[in-house]
């Protein structure tokens, strides 16, 4: 398990930054979100995973008062989202999908605006806009009309935007769509640094499996708008059998005698491979070898494969999938 | 904290910002001042003569066709400068910003605020550019310092009604090539009242639509004012009119704001 302290149950229950039930959103007749249920403990990082489709900007618009829902209610920083919007969008950061930047204002100008708009006094204003900018790397580019920055170089400054009113909570809609794997790394470094140095609570929407099992405390998978397993990465490993070391031959033969030896194994005659079961520990892998070479065998190729996060993906949105033979675990 | 002082504070934020705009990238008000200047040329220097002598007996003081013309290409000026607020509405709901500032405690009518205010700055900027053409090539108004005033109050009347009808015009526009297009029967009307030639000279089904529309009460109004011709009933159903579609402008902007925030 990760160093996180999941409450135990003696323990008075932190906080909900954001609790939600039922919620539900349809554009016509088009099911949007079907009855979604949250709930979010301060302090933390929490990834909603899906593919594209799924719902998840939707989500993120009703909880951060963008649009409303058709039913449902919810709770983000305590206030009621129907009936205290302000409250809730007093507490709140949102960066969207689409960097929400000025195009036509200098980068620090778009800090002032929001400084201004969070009434936030001129030497104040311009501290925090310092301070920010120098924090993202962004202050050689303060004077440079956004218009010419890159697309890293924007959502870096969309979330320094966000930052400028000192949210508690955080939505992140997809916050390294469509960066490069340097500027993703960047991205990850500073949404876990919020954490750690302003226990800020972190929503975060993403379609990237690494990057939910990267960053978040707690993950929930939504598929066409209902949500379909809930829980840490390692929980959601743990729900399904992908776990295995593959052995392959070149020689028909030498895959025979090796299928013997292994009785659980799955085979694939075609490929001359077996499929082991395994839990991924060094022991199961060291057992497998010894029994190998008790036999005198020796497999051309061996791979270790542990359940990743593509796996319960995989499985757990694709119902119809022949391969979701659920052994009891 | 008071929210009228916020919504006062967070409109005033969003004027600095669309002023910063215009000031940074004036090819649109270079745009805007530019169509009632080439009319202005065009009607007195190409068409002049021959208009001129056609309306020869209404009254226009001097005689000259350009003082004649040049009340009704000053509020050409107006009806072209809210394009800027269409296009300045539209091309903030269809990016990324209106989104996070709809995510801010900030005052909901700020934005339109500040675009609506902002335009009509830069709409009698531009109406000032165009009556200094109009004085340049000509054009001899008769009017004192209170007509002036009336002159220039009237004007800003007409800008804010025009500028909110616009901002309604770019919040139900889908696209910014849509929200360009849209002010566009604004800019037209005054051709079919008493900009150019008076409506006395048109066929009688014109003439009728020409007599009624909003334009024609306010260039009879200018007209008036500044080279006292005869103003008659025209001063107030000019009022009434600016009165009228200021809330027609700010009603719709209110229900299509709406809206977008709904979906």
Known sequence: MPATHTGASTVVPTAAAISAAGLRKSYGDKLVLDGIDLRIAEGTIFALLGPNGAGKTTTVEILSTLIAADAGEARVAGCDLAREPDGVRAAIGVTGQFAAVDNLLTAEENMFLMADLHHLGRAEGRRRTAALLRRFDLADAARRSVATFSGGMRRKLDLAMTLVGDPRIIFLDEPTTGLDPRSRRTMWDIIRELVAEDGVTIFLTTQYLEEADQLADRIAVLDRGTLIAEGTAEELKRRIPGGHIQLSFAEPHRFQLAAELFETAVRDAESRTLRIPSDGSVSTLRAVLDILDGAALEADTLTVHTPDLDDVFLTLTSPAHPTTSRSAS | ?263
């Open chain 2, 1 to 263: 904290m008071s929210t009228a002082s916020h919504a006062v504070a967070d409109s005033m934020t969003m004027l600095r910002r669309n002023l910063r705009h215009a000031l940074r990238y004036p090819s649109m008000t270079f745009a805007v001042v530019g169509m009632p200047v080439m009319m202005l040329l065009l009607f007195n220097y190409v068409f002049g003569d021959a208009l001129g002598t056609g309306i020869a007996d209404a009254p226009t003081g001097s005689g000259d066709y350009i003082d004649y013309v040049a009340p009704g290409i000053i509020l050409m000026a107006a009806t072209s400068g809210s394009l800027v607020t269409a296009v300045g509405v539209c091309v903030d709901m269809t990016e990324g910003i209106v989104s996070r500032f709809r995510t801010m405690a900030i005052s909901r009518g700020s934005i339109l605020t500040g675009h609506v205010v902002g335009s009509a700055i830069q709409t009698m900027v531009s109406i000032a550019l165009v009556v200094g053409v109009a004085l340049a090539i000509g054009f001899r108004p008769n009017a004192n310092p209170a007509e002036w005033i009336a002159v220039i109050g009237l004007l800003a009347l007409v800008t804010l009604a025009l500028s909110w009808l616009a901002a309604a015009m770019g919040l139900v526009s889908k696209s910014v090539e849509t929200a360009s297009n849209a002010p566009m029967p604004l800019q037209f009307l005054p051709f079919i009242g008493s900009a150019i030639v008076p409506p006395e000279s048109m066929p009688t089904g014109v003439r009728w639509f020409a007599d009624y529309q909003p334009f024609t009460p306010v260039i009879e109004t200018l007209r008036g004012l500044l080279l006292g011709t005869g103003i008659g009933n025209s001063g107030l159903i000019a009022l009434a009119w600016c009165a009228g579609l200021t809330a027609i402008g700010y009603l719709w902007s209110r229900v299509a704001y709406d809206r977008i925030v709904k979906r």
